[in-house]
T-cell receptor, first 114, second 111 residues
């Protein structure tokens, strides 16, 4: 089992460009999450999904959109990237609600917006 | 608003010394989770505590949940270089009903 995978691993964007980060999990988990991690700030929840076809906002959703068309995939989109979105992005999944169950994290995507 | 404070921010220890990190909340918690992130790596789940006063052990790691369920600690006995990393606590947010993570304690172990 690959667990949780993320593509790409690294990306550099110019301000205003768009991109999509892909997260895939092969554990048949219902719940999936997108976090961003900035120095000294821990992880902050951007959006999450409790099942195929559903999405919801987390702590810091502005500037991001998500989609969960297939149970195993969770996409994070940046429509018009800004330097403030320079960060490391982690995807995670859990069998039950991650607030009460172990979350499995992907290896992360390091994004730089110039 | 809800606050989750972790102290200390950084800790440097000599290999073999003990280490403790604390997680303090402004509100009573239903549960708390602990994660470890190695340098350049991703967070990895360590444990979840649910009951008041609960103590759980994993080899050299001891996790404790406070009696009032407002704080928790992670203690490592006789640190090793493999313990290097950042330790995060995570608690339930009353705004989103999802986890919020503390700012973490970065542990450096010198051989």
């Amino acid at each position: 089992n690959a667990g949780v995978t993320q593509t790409p691993k690294f990306r550099v964007l110019k301000t205003g460009q768009s991109m999509t980060l892909l997260c895939a999990q092969d554990m048949n988990h219902e719940y999936m999450y997108w976090y961003r991690q900035d120095p000294g700030m821990g992880l902050r929840l951007i959006h999450y999904s409790v099942g195929e076809g559903t999405t919801a906002k987390g702590e810091v959703p502005d500037g991001y959109n998500v989609s969960r068309l297939k149970k195993q995939n969770f996409l994070l989109g940046l429509e018009s990237a800004a330097p403030s979105q320079t960060s490391v992005y982690f995807c995670a999944s859990s069998y039950g609600d991650g607030a009460y169950n172990e979350q499995f994290f992907g290896p992360g995507t390091r994004l730089t917006v110039l | 608003g809800q606050q989750v404070m972790q102290i200390p921010q950084y800790q440097h220890v000599q290999e073999g010394e003990d280490f403790t990190t604390y997680c303090n909340s402004s509100t009573t918690l239903s549960n708390i989770q602990w994660y470890k992130q190695r340098p350049g790596g991703h967070p990895v789940f360590l444990i979840q505590l649910v009951k008041s006063g609960e103590v759980k052990k994993q080899k050299r790691l001891t996790f404790q949940f406070g009696e009032a369920k407002k704080n928790s600690s992670l203690h490592i006995t006789a640190t090793q270089t493999t313990d290097v990393g950042t330790y995060f606590c995570a608690v339930l947010s009353y705004n989103t009903d999802k986890l919020i993570f503390g700012t973490g304690t970065r542990l450096q172990v010198f051989p």
